[in-house]
Structure formats: C-alpha cells, structure tokens
T-cell receptor
Framework: EPEVTQTPSHQVTQMGQEVILRCVPI?????FYWYRQILGQKVEFLVS????????KSEIFDDQFSVERPDGSNFTLKIRSTKLEDSAMYFC?????????????FGPGTRLLVL | QQQVKQSPQSLIVQKGGISIINCAYE??????FPWYQQFPGKGPALLIA?????SEKKEGRFTISFNKSAKQFSLHIMDSQPGDSATYFC????????????FGTGTRLTIIP
C-alpha cells in the first residue's frame, strides 16, 4: 500500500538554527500539507500546497517557515531560525485531488526538538 | 467557528464493550468528517470518514453517526478490543477532504481486559 514517508524521524537542533524536514508524498497525489502536533495536544494545520504554490497557510506559518517541492517527489518544510516553541511532531500529508473522494494520508512524522 | 469540539478527553472501556466518542462543529461549510486513529509515536491514520449526505456509515466494528441539524457526529467502536487502545481524533474539512483538516482535541481510549 502506498504511503507517505518522512525524514528524519527525529531531529535535535539548537535554537536559531535552520532545519529542513523532508517528505515524500504518495506518488499520484497532488495536494500536500504540513501539520504539527505539540506534545499532548491536537494536530494543527500549518500549510497546504498545490501546483507549486501555497494554497493556504495558518497564522502559525509565519516568515520563519517555507515550503518547497524541489523535484517531482519531495516536499520540504524549512524553519529558518528555530525557536524553543517549534518543538513538536511535524506531519506531512497528501491527498489525491479536489475532484476525488480521497482524504489526506499522513506520514509517520518528524519529532523536532529545539534546545 | 473553525473549531471542532471533541469529548471525552479520555475513555476507559471494558473489552467487548462499546466505545463512543463525540464531536461537534460550528462551520456549516464543512462537508467531510474523517476520524483518525493515532498510536504513540505514529502519524494519524484514517479510520473512517463520512459526508453529510448520509446519517450513518459503518465499516466493520466502526460506525460514524452524523446529525447534520445538530452539527454533531460520533464514532462508535463495537466489541472494543485492547488493540483499539489509541488516541482518536475527529476532524472536519471542506471540499471533500482536500482542504485543510481541522482536528478535534483527541480522545485517549483505553480498552481494559
């Protein structure tokens, strides 16, 4: 069964450093998303991406964040200057297309710890 | 108006019993209501989903009941098993799941022998 994959599974970084989280969505999916989950809390939407541009972003997704689809398979989330409060589990998700009935499929997540 | 309220926060059910988790929403533009199951250290996995044109959907031991007028929906797990112990999130979306998901706060379900 096709699945969304994410790397790395864990990332520890110092405050102020840049991190790049990587995702490989399901191959025929066209819509891509990043969510985050602070420990013990609900999953929160960060950004959606379609046709090589951001389609929607939340108030969490400020200028420190950026997304990119550098090639035909990868989808990345960059945090330019990490803060302590960026520590969370980051999930990538993908969905088929607006006309389809598929919902979003999530990757296993990257646990980011900012020290 | 974008919130999805979920209850209870935690639930303990005896093996073989029925687990019931409830969610309520405000935004009538939501048209897709999935439930996700999450095990510790894993990503949310789609369990079952419903659109508002039906009042109930059943897949195996899992049933979603949907009340459009009350703007409420619930997950019923019949014959609950220890392997069902996980955190369950309801969610809502527009455009049949291809817009952002708005998640509920989650219910930690524990099935005891």
């Amino acid at each position: 069964e096709p699945e969304v994959t994410q790397t790395p599974s864990h990332q520890v970084t110092q405050m102020g450093q840049e991190v790049i989280l990587r995702c490989v969505p399901i191959s025929n999916h066209l819509y891509f998303y990043w969510y985050r989950q602070i420990l013990g809390q609900k999953v929160e939407f960060l950004v959606s991406f379609y046709n090589n541009e951001i389609s929607e972003k939340s108030e969490i997704f400020d200028d420190q964040f950026s997304v990119e689809r550098p090639d035909g398979s990868n989808f990345t989330l960059k945090i330019r200057s990490t803060k302590l409060e960026d520590s969370a589990m980051y999930f990538c998700a993908s969905s088929l297309d607006r006309a389809g009935s598929e919902t979003q499929y999530f990757g296993p997540g990257t646990r980011l710890l900012v020290l | 108006q974008q919130q999805v309220k979920q209850s209870p926060q935690s639930l303990i059910v005896q093996k073989g019993g029925i687990s019931i988790i409830n969610c309520a929403y405000e935004n009538t533009a939501f048209d897709y209501f999935p439930w996700y199951q999450q095990f510790p250290g894993k990503g949310p996995a789609l369990l079952i989903a419903i659109r508002p044109d039906v009042s109930e959907k059943k897949e195996g031991r899992f049933t979603i009941s949907f009340n459009k007028s009350a703007k409420q929906f619930s997950l019923h797990i019949m014959d609950s098993q220890p392997g069902d112990s996980a955190t369950y999130f309801c969610a809502a979306s527009m455009n049949f799941g291809n817009e952002k998901l708005t998640f509920g706060t989650g219910t930690r379900l524990t099935i005891i022998p």
